[in-house]
């Protein structure tokens, strides 16, 4: 197993090594999380609670330039008051690693209830925010983003 | 060396809905790569970010290895009342880092 | 190449890129066809670069702020202490290099330059390549040539390099057997895998890419291509890539300044 490679001088385990650095730049991993994973995550989050479609806003561009930096906003329709808000936003995707990507914690100071940030998307795959509210009903949105991948291959530095 | 870029703005009238930009120099490193020579990278993440007005907490973000790296944080707030708006980043290893904007509120 | 980048390479192979080039000839282009990979780009990552307040770039700009004013070496030196205001010293200068170096009969490029000002007049360690200190100084001095035309030295001493360079892009190399030509000079706009040909024009550098999740140089950019050709990189630092960035300034003379710029 140790043996160099002659041709290319390489030992089999840096050969394999080699392999797994290119699948991960290439941000495509065998052990991805699964449509279960994500629901599991989010009934860590809800509970039992049903969570409706609507008031939330999910925007991704429809089709992504490079899964390693993806421009994410979700919005919910609110009006912010101490009455009626927005208390917290969370992001599931189903084929990263691992499926939470953000939670985000708000309240009628906020104003606005929207937010950004940049994600990791490691394939085209279903992407959910869900927004709980001060009244404790749930709800969602969900999107199907499109990844595509470089087509170079890079080393690692 | 770890640069905050914080957008807040300078002035805003009392009432008013303020955005709040940050973007903080961190790497992310997810804990699911592997080096060249095969071994797991351990992950090296911002976990917690926070941010307060005049002390008092009005945002605040749970992040997991699925934020990109130099992670970008935006949202909102109501401007109330000159003073200071705080961030605190807190992560894997013990990191934690501050920065701080001032508002004056008319 | 080491034998783990060689492996990484093959491996890759396995992906099965599937790539035709048919044009066999290299034709230049013309000024008026010219077009940065800026125009190549989706309008959100286009909006990452033209928002200060949002381009991740910035985060280096700030860094280099910082360095430029701190005394290093055992000079005890700033870069500010000779070159004061970097907005006015440094305007345009990202813009002209690489430039002739008398003493060393050769063209420098900038993080060569840095370097230089670093051992000789700072009297402290130079920045290795792709540190985070040599790409903050390297952006925050291309930030103050932003919107300046790109302009190398009409330096008679200088031809002989860009002819080196020229020919560098056009020799077919690698296991592919590609030139730098055959992507950029005849086959862009057209896409590789999911990416779009662009016509390697070195307006941004050093640059955010996406795929990176950070700042690079050109010289990243170039080893880039060139493992992707399958070909032998270069070391950092390598004068062949010093002539390759001098000629594909050349071929960008005229067009914007970017840096730091952002790119998939």
Not at chain 3, 153 to 178: C, H, T, V, W, Y
Not at chain 3, 245 to 251: F, G, K, S
């Amino acid at each position: 197993m140790n043996e160099r490679n002659r041709i290319t001088g390489t030992t089999r385990r840096q050969f394999l090594a080699a392999g797994v650095g290119v699948a991960s730049i290439l941000a495509v991993r065998p052990a991805s999380a699964t449509p279960e994973a994500m629901a599991a995550a989010i009934r860590q989050i809800v509970g039992g609670a049903t969570v409706r479609p609507g008031k939330v806003k999910l925007d991704i561009p429809p089709l992504v330039e490079n899964g390693n930096t993806v421009s994410l906003t979700v919005s919910v329709a609110s009006p912010m008051t101490p009455d009626n808000h927005v208390t917290s936003i969370h992001v599931f995707n189903e084929k990263n690693p691992q499926p939470n990507v953000a939670s985000f914690h708000l309240g009628p100071r906020a104003g606005r209830a929207s937010v950004s940030t940049r994600i990791r998307l490691a394939d085209s795959q279903t992407v959910i925010a869900i927004a709980r509210m001060n009244d404790g009903s749930l709800w969602s949105d969900k999107i199907d983003v499109i990844v595509t991948l470089a087509a170079c291959v890079e080393e690692l530095i | 060396m770890a640069a905050a870029l914080i957008n807040v703005p300078k002035r805003a009238k009392r009432g008013d809905v303020i955005e709040i930009k940050t973007l903080m120099s961190h790497i992310m490193e997810t804990g699911f790569r592997h080096s060249t020579t095969g071994e797991p990278i351990p992950r090296d993440i911002i976990t917690n970010f926070v941010c307060s007005y005049n002390g008092v907490e009005i945002f605040r973000a749970d992040l997991y290895p699925a934020i990109a790296a130099n992670p970008f944080i935006t949202f909102f707030t109501v401007a109330t009342e000159s003073g200071k708006i705080e961030f605190k980043w807190t992560g894997d290893n013990g990191y934690s880092e501050t920065a701080s904007a001032a508002i004056a509120v008319e | 190449m080491n034998g783990a980048a060689i492996t990484r390479a093959l491996s890759a192979g396995a992906l099965a890129i599937s790539f035709t080039i048919i044009a066999a000839s290299a034709a230049e282009m013309a000024p008026g066809e010219r077009k940065s990979g800026y125009d190549f780009m989706t309008r959100d990552t286009q909006g990452m670069q033209d928002d200060d307040t949002v381009n991740p770039g910035m985060l280096w700009v700030l860094d280099g702020e910082a360095l430029w004013n701190r005394k290093a070496g055992t000079a005890g030196k700033a870069c500010a202490d000779c070159h004061v205001d970097a907005r006015t010293s440094m305007k345009g200068v990202a813009a002209r290099y690489p430039a002739f170096d008398a003493a060393r009969g050769r063209p420098l490029n900038l993080e060569q330059r840095v370097n230089l000002c670093r051992s000789e007049r700072q009297q402290a360690s130079v920045f290795r390549y792709e540190s985070r200190e040599l790409l903050a100084l390297t952006a925050f001095i291309g930030r103050q040539s932003r919107g300046a035309v790109v302009e190398p030295p009409s330096d008679e001493r200088l031809k002989p390099f860009i002819a080196a360079g020229r020919e560098m892009f056009m020799q077919r190399q690698g296991q592919l057997n590609l030139s730098c030509a055959n992507c950029h000079d005849d086959n862009w706009s057209k896409k590789l895998a999911g990416a779009v040909i662009p016509q390697a024009h070195p307006t941004g550098y050093p640059l955010y890419r996406l795929e990176w999740q950070g700042l690079g140089s050109l010289q990243r950019r170039l080893r880039n291509c060139l493992v992707g050709m399958r070909a032998n990189a270069y070391d950092f630092g390598a004068p062949e890539y010093v002539d390759l960035e001098l000629y594909l300034m050349t071929r960008a003379r005229g067009m914007p300044v970017e840096t730091p710029a952002v790119r998939p």
